[in-house]
């Protein structure tokens, strides 16, 4: 065929095709060695980097560049930003948290010194005793569960008159007092001196004592005992080698002399004292105002106070009530029971007056009162009245000694002669519920050598 000869050629459709595949394939063929030029050259440079990272790391020159993570970067600080201000949230409340259990802490300290300093206060107004007749506490303070203490035996005593029998006993050494740890004896002491008519100090150390009442308070049984003492009971003063009633030995050697007495007679031990004139007795009732007891027409009428079941008598009628004994046949012993009845009720008032009326109470008996308890001991029974719930316990009466240890004699004074040996086994057993004190049957007592005689013990 003639190359330089021209010639038209016609194409049909199926040659069309085969033409368009051809150029496609030589398109593709193009774009692919495009891209493995790319590939290649790319290979290269990944070379490159990795030599020039190579002689970075062994110290060579080399122009290596660190990767760009700016794009990374900004993301992960978006998502820290999401997620400091949840973690800035859970802060703030972590905080607010802390501070609280800071707060509490300095609320719960502020609030114990606040108390401190009102009960120092308060505690600053109560009257210790004077020079000479302190009274130091012989037991301890804490109370414990459960506790044996063999206190050996005290025998009983004889003599040649009932005044011989009186001083043996008040003498005899035989085994200690008895006392436990989960009791606490308190002897509240009346006086019958008006404390306007002379020095506070000879007022209440130095008087006669028309009340006397052992406050005692069991852990174990959860009771409260009011036992009232004969205030005529007849006895023997050591010290003084002298006889005399129990209500002449506080004006004798003042209110811990008292105690020691009564501690020699019953065979027990008293933790302290509580003394206060009736001055303080009657203000302390009208605060409260006034309490409610049973009075009989006989009474009533001979002091001019109200009279009946349930009447409500304000300090003064109050006083005179406890006074009184010549409207009464058994005279000190009903007596004694009137001011029980007096306690028993300003209890049940104490324990639902208002915090203005605790408040005052409070003031009026710590500004008037003698004790030998001291400020920390004052705190801890405080305490223990209010975490065990003293104010629930059951309250009993009780008078001593009872009617089978006592006989009322009139001679040139009337007195109460007592069998002491019994009435501090009764005691004893009032208090703590056993005794350490032997008597034999056909006794020969105070009450016998005097030729007297006694009578059934009803528990009055």
Known sequence: ?????????????????????AEICETELDSDDESSKDFFSSET???????????AIRGKNASFEEPDFSDEDEQLENEED????????????????????????????????????????????????????????????????????????????????????????????????????NVLNVLLIGSDASSKSKKRADVMENGNTDVMMIVSVNKKDRTIKLISIMRDSYLYLKGYDKFAKLNAACANGGPAYLVDVIEDSYKIKIDGYVMVDFDTFVQCIDILGGVTVDVPQSVGVKND???????????????????????????????????????????EKYNEASLTKINNLIDTILANVHTSFRKKEIVNYMTKALTD????????????????ARYGYSGSAWIWVIDYPLAAQKMQ????????????????????????????????
């Open 305 to 347: 106070i109200p009279y009946g079941n349930g009447v409500t008598l304000n300090g003064e009628q109050a006083l005179l009530f406890c006074r009184e004994r010549y409207a009464y046949a058994d005279a000190d012993v009903s007596r004694t029971r009137n001011q029980r009845m007096v306690i028993y009720s300003l209890i």
């Open 45 to 55: 440079e990944n070379e490159e980097e990795e030599a020039n990272f190579k002689n």
């Open 1 to 21: 065929m003639d190359m330089n000869k021209r010639e038209d050629l016609e194409l049909n459709p199926e040659d069309l095709e085969e033409l368009d595949e």
């Open 82 to 181: 999401v997620e400091s201000g949840e973690s800035t949230s859970l802060n703030k409340k972590k905080k607010s948290k802390k501070k609280l259990l800071l707060i509490i802490p300095a609320l719960l300290i502020v609030s114990v010194i606040i108390i401190a300093v009102y009960v120092n206060n308060k505690l600053n107004r109560i009257q210790l005793p004077g020079e000479g007749l302190d009274y130091t506490l012989n037991t301890d303070e804490s109370f414990i569960d459960d506790e044996t203490i063999d206190f050996g035996e005290i025998d009983d005593v004889t003599g040649n008159s009932y005044k011989d029998i009186l001083k043996n006993w008040a003498l005899t050494t035989d085994a200690p007092k008895m006392y436990d740890k």
């Open 389 to 404: 719930g003293w104010a629930n316990y059951t309250v009993t009466q009780r008078t001593m000694p009872t009617a089978d």
């Open 429 to 460: 057993n009032e208090i703590y519920g056993t005794t350490n004190i032997k008597l034999e049957e056909n006794r020969v007592t105070a009450i016998t050598v005097m030729g007297g005689y006694v009578t059934e013990d009803k528990g009055n």
